[in-house]
């Protein structure tokens, strides 16, 4: 037998250890920021337990050390399980990179989950009591803190955990809290409406009386849409609001009450009411950066939907933060030596991309999704993160995670980046260079090889393996193997797979084909005809996707 032949079936037996779909072992994970000691993170659990919320917060701000040069400002988040799971870490990163609020910051925790959590990385939190109606808690908490805050003297900024900054809004605070005593963004679609999601506050006589207003109203009326009743509050403080009635028809799926009865309340403290440009925080459910974006919260179609959407969005547009920066070696973006492993498809002309409309497969979903389930086997085994690819359709190309499932990909322990992640410099292995090596890989129908080209600077190098060298008659392990153990593609950084050999058959492999019946897919389907198929890319929204509702095929 060749050294050649010896090599092949090495890697064989290799892959078959490692063609498991079930198996945990090669996973590609993170490594978290260091957690305080069992003594802090416990005193730390016993106050979220044991003290009132009031008394929590005059401990936190006992220890915060507001801005001096941003009007004594401190700023505050809240967060539930759903949000923390994801999002703890970047948001208390990004406060201190980017927002500017480095020591003058803190969690408000919904749960005892979130509390815990925040409590073992050290994170400044004052934790509510646990309520079953999660929607009246949120819309209550946010202003009840905000009382709490101004009524205790002490200016603030309040941001929600879907805001993302992409520069520090320090000084606009500086120059704008000099006019207002509340200042908050607006909707891109309509600049004259508040958005909640982001405003900051001084603390004085009107903002106490605007805030104890607006949660008597909100505490009142449950089921009406909190934004709504603070809009309207924050127009008409400098009146009263006997007999105002507020007409609740933005049809947001939970707002029971179409009408709004506002007691007799006398604003006699009026407070100057500041509206942000809507391009400075954008707050849209298809939002548009521009130039003078300061932060970008995402919305959805009705308040209080899960994390999912609005994190891809939000990751598309190269606005999410990406914990990890000084803290990790395998964080989001930041990550280093073995952690650095991707995997991208490149096909024929469609580089990061899988077509619909080629000859081979046109307009065939079972197609689609068998070399979905090979791209996505292939990172598993090869122990790669797999960078979504674009769905070419006949209008568009669209990111992935519209018509997969990612939920689905997740359970089978496959970790993934966005369509657009290598585009984004934060991800790059320097300032000028996205990765340190780069192997090309495919099958040559002509020549029946295996093929690479590995760059990695300042070399380059190649190699031509024939498929009859291997024991197996099945191409695609052959395949497998080479991208598991050939020198050259398992030291490499990024992993670009040409699929098209595999194009319109058959899975092959016991592996793929188990983790092709696991994959869920989103009911509305692929292509000409469907639900999304004309749907733009620059229009995609964060309730366009199915994350744990999918089905399998």
Request: with cysteine; aromatic share 10%; glycine share 6%.
């Amino acid at each position: 037998m060749s050294a050649l032949a010896n090599k092949t079936n090495e890697w064989i037996e290799e892959f078959k250890q490692r063609s498991d779909t079930d198996s945990d072992s090669h996973l590609i994970g993170y490594e978290y920021p260091a957690k305080v000691d069992d003594a802090l993170r416990q005193q730390c659990i016993t106050s979220t337990q044991t003290l009132s919320v009031e008394d929590q917060l005059d401990k936190i701000l006992s220890h915060l050390v507001p801005l001096k040069d941003t009007h004594n400002m401190i700023a505050f988040s809240m967060t539930d399980e759903t949000y923390a799971k994801d999002m703890l870490h970047e948001v208390y990163e990004m406060n201190n990179d980017i927002v500017g609020f480095e020591g003058a910051f803190f969690f408000v925790a919904m749960d005892s989950y979130t509390a815990n959590m925040a409590c073992e990385f050290g994170y400044p939190v004052v934790a509510m009591p646990e309520n079953d109606d999660l929607k009246n808690q949120v819309q209550s908490t946010k202003v009840f803190m905000s009382k709490l805050l101004v009524e205790r003297g002490q200016s603030f900024l309040f941001y929600e955990m879907d805001v993302w900054f992409v520069r520090s809004p320090l000084r606009m605070l500086q120059q704008h809290m000099h006019e207002y005593d509340f200042l908050c963004s607006t909707h891109q679609w309509n600049p004259g409406e508040l958005n909640i999601g982001f405003y900051a506050a001084l603390a004085n006589k009107g903002t106490i009386n605007y805030f104890e207003d607006s949660l008597i109203i909100i505490e009142e009326n449950p089921l009406a849409h909190d934004q709504k009743i603070m809009h309207v509050v924050a127009d008409d403080n400098t009146a009263t609001l006997e007999n105002r009635t507020l007409q609740d028809h933005n049809n947001c799926g939970w707002c029971g009450h179409e009408n709004v009865s506002f007691p007799a309340i006398k604003a006699t403290n009026p407070i100057r009411v500041g509206l942000l440009d809507p391009h400075v925080v954008v707050s849209s459910l298809y939002p548009v950066p521009t130039e003078g974006t300061v932060a970008l919260h995402t919305l959805a179609d009705i308040p209080l939907k899960g994390p999912f959407g609005k994190e891809m969005v939000a990751k598309e547009l190269g606005v999410w933060y990406g914990w990890g920066k000084a803290t990790s070696k395998a964080g989001y973006y930041h990550r280093e030596g073995s952690y650095r492993r991707y995997l991208f498809l490149e096909n024929a002309g469609t580089r990061g991309g899988q077509s619909f409309v080629q000859s081979k497969g046109y307009h065939d979903e079972r197609a689609f999704r068998r070399q979905i389930a090979v791209l996505a086997t292939l990172a598993k085994v090869t122990n790669r993160i797999l960078v979504l690819p674009q769905v070419l359709s006949d209008y568009h190309a669209q990111p992935l995670w519209i018509y997969l499932d990612l939920e689905s990909l997740e359970k089978l322990g496959i970790v993934y980046r966005e369509t657009n992640f290598a585009s984004n410099k934060k991800s790059w292995y320097s300032h000028t260079t996205p990765f340190a090596s780069v192997t090309q890989m495919a099958i040559v129908e002509s020549s029946n090889e295996v093929q690479l080209l590995t760059g990695n600077q300042p070399t380059a190098s190649s190699d031509r393996i024939p498929v009859s060298s291997f024991t197996t008659d099945d191409p695609l392990s052959a395949f497998f193997a080479v991208a598991i153990s050939h020198p050259q593609v398992k030291d490499s950084e990024a992993l670009f797979v040409n699929l098209d050999h595999f194009q319109g058959g058959h899975i092959g492999s016991v592996g793929v084909q188990k983790l092709h019946d696991k994959l869920a897919w989103c009911a509305w389907g692929i292509g000409h005809g469907k639900k999304y198929n004309d749907k733009s890319a620059t229009h995609l929204g964060s309730t366009n996707h199915c994350y744990g509702s999918g089905n399998a095929v």
